[in-house]
């Protein structure tokens, strides 16, 4: 947890991990003592088709309820992976059941419905655009990522939702399987009264959480003005913030470091042809924070 300058409370969380439940390297005890050890306020186990359940941990951390289901088998039928979290009892999902079904079935039982990972499994718009009501989508997972795996980001499929009207949130999350390099890496920062299961998911449904590697950020978006924000911490070494719009020239796509002073503060002004502006930023270690998409005017 960190207190902003503002006085707000922002607690760290992973919403996507394996464990010997499914096909995760190590145990549930050990995963929970890993991501405590490493500074998490909440986790959620989210096995394969396996149900983990709400409570607090005896080291204090909270556990939110959580499970993987996954349809389809090839990218031509679509590969969707679905993960529920925070639900109360079964969804009753099962593998007859539809993506759109499991997305209905997490909800009724009082979950968030994320769609993992769509650059891994190579979702085109045609597949994502029938979806409804998904709660938000993995825009990093570390698990994709290189040595195992490849198309970790999923930035550009974010951005042609969102070009087409489709605001889905986004977090980061480490997906980990191996623990070799993929765990503790990725994570979002909820901004909350206090790290329990109602302020966490309230938050997640308003938006109020944004995705990092380990930069801290704020953006604010001035809708008179026309300015898109962002600051950071002068102690997090910010060397570059980056403006995604759905305009192909801008002319200023992004502020830079002068020197070995850090970035902590970025300005956007919007041309009046944008329909949304999403920020990220990167410090000298190579590590990114994601913005939410902030929707600025009607298609």
Known sequence: MYIDSTGARWFKGNLHT???????????EDCVA????????????TDHWKLSETRIHENGMLLLSGTEYDFGRTVQEGIYHIVGIGYRGDPGVTRQDTP??????????????????PAWSMNSLDQLL???????????????????????????????????GIFWKTAAVDDCHWYEGDECRSF??????DCTEEAILSTMRRGDFYSSQGPRMSVTF???????SVDCPPEDDVKTAVYFTDTAWTGHRSDNAAGDAPLTHGEFA???RETFVRVE?????????????VKVKEG
């Not at 979002?188 to 009264?193: C, P």
């Open 100 to 117: 759109q079904n499991c997305i209905d079935k997490i909800h009724a039982a009082g979950g968030l419905a994320d769609l993992a990972h």
């Open 270 to 272: 919007l041309t009046g």
């Open 222 to 228: 001035d809708a008179d003005a026309g300015i898109v």
């Open 281 to 293: 930023v990167v410090d000298r270690a190579g590590r990114y924070a994601w913005g939410q998409t």
């Open 34 to 45: 890993l991501f405590r050890k490493n500074g998490y306020d909440f986790l959620s186990l």
């Open 18 to 28: 394996h464990t010997t439940n499914s096909d995760g390297r190590i145990s549930p």
């Open 188 to 193: 979002i920062w909820v901004r909350a009264e």
């Open 130 to 164: 029938p979806l409804r009501d998904v709660d938000y989508t993995e825009i990093f997972n570390s698990t994709s990522d290189l040595p195992r795996n490849c198309r970790p980001y999923s930035g550009e499929t974010v951005d042609l939702l969102a070009a087409r």
